[in-house]
Structures are given as structure tokens and as C-alpha cells.
């Protein structure tokens, strides 16, 4: 389940709610759009109703996604959503359970009231907690997980002290009963360090055009030049195209990931030594020797399965499509491309591509992008 988030328009000032993975922001009063950026992840905070006390906010690391396990015989995958206490006070809730279903989230912003606890947990601790949850459900030997993170985020649980106990100050409940005559939390407490989301104009850095896209969306295209842009650095950064021409009417335009890569560890500098090493049923044809090798990747939201099925299908096939360097004009998803994070290596689904042989599939898995 999403969570929702409650924010000022950045513009007019009016409320607007939105769902964590959202990414654009459309204001309902003065319909202006914005692009949110944030060089990490996002944090969030749950609102309390106990004002004059001084809060403290204790961090709770959350992945919602995907996690594919590439193992000896198939790729198999779980769909996992957590949230892990990222504080050194293992005497704190280990998660929040249903509040941040239950209660409208807040960005964390400079003017934010309060202490906030150091969160001493990694991107990679919570990447491998989830891995050890899902290899629960995934009995037996893998060589590979690869993440797809719909949501990172960190959420802020606000807290106050009261004599030796810790009490949650969105329910007005003690939490935890402090050691007595220690001061637990002050080496770890930071001042409000003074995180900022960027808010970008949705404006076509190249012809001043609107951009246009779903509200998770995280490529932008504009319908008046023809460009495709990507948030980076605060900034969009255009991302450069070619559409397959349809044929006939009702068509829809799906977004994909061409991919060129070197890979580490396995002989693969051509589309013959693809078809070669992965042992497909394809006679090898010699202009394939100098054809580069790419790897296709589905660029919208799609179930695992099919995500691995079109993956394996457009790869292998390679299609040689004749293309145009300008976009659809209707009928085309929006695009959600891959981060470093958010999309397997090859090691993660090369298993994939392996026809029937255990030992290929070994020796693909050991390769890496």
C-alpha cells in the first residue's frame, strides 16, 4: 500500500497530497507543475500533536519493490515491503507498523521542529535485510539479488522523553523505558541538518514547452520538440531517443532500455558470442559476429514475470527495427527508467537466457555488467 504525503505548493502555497512514489507534482488550485529531486532518497515525517515538548525523531529505514533471486535452475522473485528502525536504540518499535498508512506524511524540511536521531543504518543494510527476507521464500542455492525499488525512503517516528520513558508522540504512548541514569540519546542526536527537496519547473529546458508525464513518472518527454529529459543534479538532462514507426490505429508506444555493456567474466563482445554462450537454438550467422550485443530492459511498470519474460524474449531476439529520432504523439506509456539501483546487473538475469543446460547457467551467473 502507498503512503500518502501532504505538501505546500511550492508556487501558491495550497495543500497537495500525493503518494510517496510520486514524483510530479500538479498543484489543483493554480495547476502548476514541478518535478521532485532529491540526490537519495526522500524522508518523511509523521506528524505529532504535542507541542511544547521537544521532540525527538527516530529514523526508520523503508523498501517497498522487488527482489529477484537468480539461482541454479531459474530467476524467481518476491514482492516485499518493510520498514526497519535505523537508530542505535534497539529498544525502540522495530517498525511503525500501520501509522504511516493511517496518518498523512509530511517532507522533512528545515523548519521542521526538533532533534532528529542519527540514522545508523545504510542503503545496503536495509538492501540486505530484505535479501535475507526473501531468501526465506526462496529455499537453495542463488548466485545473485538484484533490487527494484518502487520506494526508498526514510520516515521519521516523532518521539518525546518523559522521566525515564520514551513516548510515541503521535499516539501519546510509551515506547520504551530508558536505562536509568543515562543519556542515551544525546551522541546521537543531529541538529535538523537542513534537507531540501528541489522542486524543478516542468519546463523544457530546450523550447520552454510544458513536460509532460504521469506523476511517478521519472523521464519527462516534451510533445513540442520531441525531447525526452531526466532529473540529475537538480536539473533536467535530456535523454536521447528513437521511436519504432507503428502501422494501423489503437497503438501504444512501450519504453525500453537499450542497453550496451561490457561484460566481466564471460566472452561476450558480440551478438554470436551471446547466441554462443548462452547455448540458444539459433544457428549462428556470420554478420552477427560484428554486431554489437544489447540488452533490452522494459522501462515501465510491469509484473516480474513478464518484466523477465520481455526481457529474455527482446534480448535474445535483438530486432534490427528501423527507427526515428522523434517521439510518438499519442499513445505512449509513461517511461520509468532504470537506476543504479533499480534494475538487476547482468548477473541477475543472464541466468535467464541460458537454454536447458545447469552447467551454462553456472557459468553465465558469474558474469557481471
Not at 542505535?88 to 522495530?94: C, G, I, R, Y
Not at 517498525?95 to 504511516?100: D, E, I, M, T
Not at 510533445?223 to 531517443?241: I, K, Y
Not at 518484466?307 to 517511461?335: C, N
Request: hydrophobic share 35%; aromatic share 12%; charged share 20%.
Amino acid at each position: 500500500m502507498a503512503f500518502t504525503v501532504e505538501h505546500e505548493c511550492p508556487q501558491c502555497g495550497a495543500p497537495v497530497e500525493l503518494e510517496e512514489t510520486n514524483r510530479l507534482l500538479r498543484c489543483p488550485y493554480c495547476d502548476v507543475k514541478n518535478f521532485l529531486f532529491t540526490r537519495d532518497y526522500f524522508r518523511f515525517v509523521l506528524p505529532h500533536k504535542e507541542p511544547g515538548k521537544d521532540i525527538l525523531y527516530a529514523p526508520y529505514m523503508r523498501f517497498k519493490g522487488i527482489v529477484y533471486l537468480c539461482g541454479e535452475t531459474s530467476i524467481n522473485h518476491r514482492v516485499l515491503d518493510i520498514t526497519r528502525l535505523g537508530a542505535t536504540f534497539k529498544k525502540l518499535p522495530m517498525s511503525l507498523g500501520l501509522k504511516p498508512q493511517a496518518i498523512k506524511m509530511k517532507f522533512v524540511t528545515p523548519d521542521v521542529a526538533g532533534s532528529f536521531l542519527t540514522c545508523s543504518m545504510k542503503v545496503d543494510d536495509v538492501l540486505g535485510q530484505v535479501g535475507r527476507h526473501s531468501s526465506i521464500y526462496s529455499p537453495g542455492n542463488f548466485f545473485h539479488r538484484a533490487y527494484i525499488g518502487e520506494a526508498l525512503s526514510l520516515i521519521y517516528l516523532p518521539m518525546f522523553v518523559r522521566g525515564s520513558k520514551v513516548f510515541d508522540a503521535v499516539a501519546n504512548q510509551p515506547v520504551a523505558e530508558l536505562p536509568e541514569g543515562e543519556s542515551i540519546f544525546d551522541p546521537a542526536i543531529d541538529d535538523n541538518p537542513g534537507w531540501q527537496i528541489t522542486f524543478i519547473p516542468t519546463i523544457c529546458p530546450n523550447c520552454g514547452w510544458n513536460l509532460d508525464g504521469e506523476r511517478d513518472s521519472v523521464v519527462l518527454t516534451c510533445s513540442n520538440c520531441d525531447t525526452v529529459w531526466e532529473a540529475l543534479e537538480g536539473r533536467f538532462v535530456q535523454v536521447f531517443f528513437y521511436t519504432v514507426p507503428g502501422r494501423g490505429e489503437n497503438i501504444a508506444y512501450l519504453p525500453f532500455w537499450k542497453i550496451v555493456a561490457t561484460v566481466e567474466g564471460l566472452e561476450i563482445n558480440s551478438y554470436a558470442d551471446f547466441i554462443r554462450v548462452t547455448n540458444q537454438p539459433r544457428v549462428v550467422q556470420k554478420r552477427w559476429e560484428d554486431r554489437n550485443m544489447f540488452f533490452w530492459i522494459p522501462a515501465f511498470k510491469i509484473r516480474p514475470r513478464i518484466f523477465l519474460h520481455l526481457s529474455r524474449q527482446m534480448t535474445i531476439a535483438q530486432e534490427e527495427f528501423d527507427v526515428i529520432e522523434e517521439g510518438p504523439q499519442k499513445g505512449a506509456l509513461p517511461r520509468y527508467p532504470a537506476s543504479k539501483r533499480s534494475h538487476p546487473e547482468s548477473k541477475d538475469y543472464s541466468g535467464q537466457f541460458c537454454h536447458k543446460q545447469k552447467e551454462n547457467l553456472s557459468s553465465a551467473s558469474s558474469g557481471q555488467l
